[in-house]
């Protein structure tokens, strides 16, 4: 809980980005991180009225967001870090046109067609050079799938001046492609890609909470509550890939960018040439763990 005159100090002091900065506890901050109207409901309605002030934990909140997003986001392919990868024995120039299923938990949004190339992104954690013990995804020698497509074998990789790994390249089995008889070779990680000619370039932002504290009336008697801001509550990612779908997406629009999270397309800073996507929640529900502790 924060005051008004809390929050008219970060507004003015330049903190936040306004009254509907995605990270405030107001409504036009909520709608603008992509909060439904729906979750916000659901969320009273459990919570219910009370005479006295009643704590409650955000992680609540973020679950009912995560019950209205599951059942109603698309999901599509999104890379906010990406890692070039090219398939050395796909034929060049070929495209293919792969079937994506919208949302599995409600048939009727359909599928889609995504395109499918011999230069892929993937995420820069979606590759280890000298992977861990339990690592599942791609290394050098190592097999990973593409969700909605093929599994794909590391072969080399091309690093720059400073050793830094900027391709990867593999090889692929023709006769891997999903849903075509290949359930005998399952792979632990189905990794989601976007395909380098047909990627559209975004702008990512991760918000954390404002505060490094859940209460803010925890603070000790004559500490400044600013002292508790969380200076790593936004992280900015230039450079992004989506899939070229996306490219059409209008302001508000939410999706759930696979084994990333729910978000939704600015309505302040997102233009036609600017993608804008703000993360509203992460896929991870804490309130779940919570309340099967208790």
């Known amino acids: 809980m924060m005051s008004k005159r809390r929050l008219l100090d970060l507004v003015k002091t330049g903190k936040v980005d306004g009254w509907d900065d995605p990270r405030m506890p107001t409504i036009s901050g909520l709608r603008r991180r992509g909060y439904t109207p729906e979750a916000i409901r659901d969320f009273a309605e459990r919570v219910g009225v009370a005479k006295r002030d009643n704590l409650v934990d955000i992680a609540f909140l973020e679950h009912c967001l995560r019950r209205d997003l599951n059942a109603r986001a698309p999901r599509v392919l999104a890379v906010l870090k990406p890692l070039k990868v090219i398939i050395d024995n796909y034929p060049e120039g070929k495209v293919e046109e792969l079937q994506a299923i919208n949302n599995p938990e409600d048939p009727t949004q359909g599928t889609r067609k995504i395109l499918f190339s011999r230069e892929v992104y993937i995420e820069q954690d979606d590759f280890n050079e000298n992977p861990p013990k339990g690592y599942f995804r791609l290394a050098p020698g190592r097999e990973m799938r593409l969700k909605h497509a093929y599994i794909i074998k590391c072969e080399r990789v091309v690093k720059d001046e400073n050793g830094a790994v900027i391709e990867v390249h593999c090889s692929y089995d023709p006769a891997s492609r999903s849903g075509e008889g290949t359930e005998d070779r399952k792979m632990k990680v189905a990794a989601h890609w976007v395909s380098v000619p047909h990627a559209v370039d975004a702008e ?11 209460d803010l009336a925890s603070i000790p008697e004559g500490e400044d509550w600013r002292n508790y801001l969380n200076h790593a509550s936004l992280t900015v990612l230039m450079g992004s890939k989506v899939e070229a779908g996306l490219n059409q997406a209008k302001p508000g629009a939410f999706y759930q960018f696979l084994r990333q999270g729910y978000f939704c ?3 302040k800073d997102s233009a036609e040439g600017k993608l804008v996507f703000n993360r509203t929640v992460t896929l991870r529900d804490t309130w779940a763990k919570i309340k099967g502790k208790n």
């Not at 990512?204 to 859940?214: A, G, I, N």
Request: proline share 0%; net charge neutral; charged share 30%.
């Open 265 to 267: 397309v600015d309505r």
């Open 204 to 214: 990512m932002r991760l918000y954390e909470h404002l505060f490094t504290v859940s």
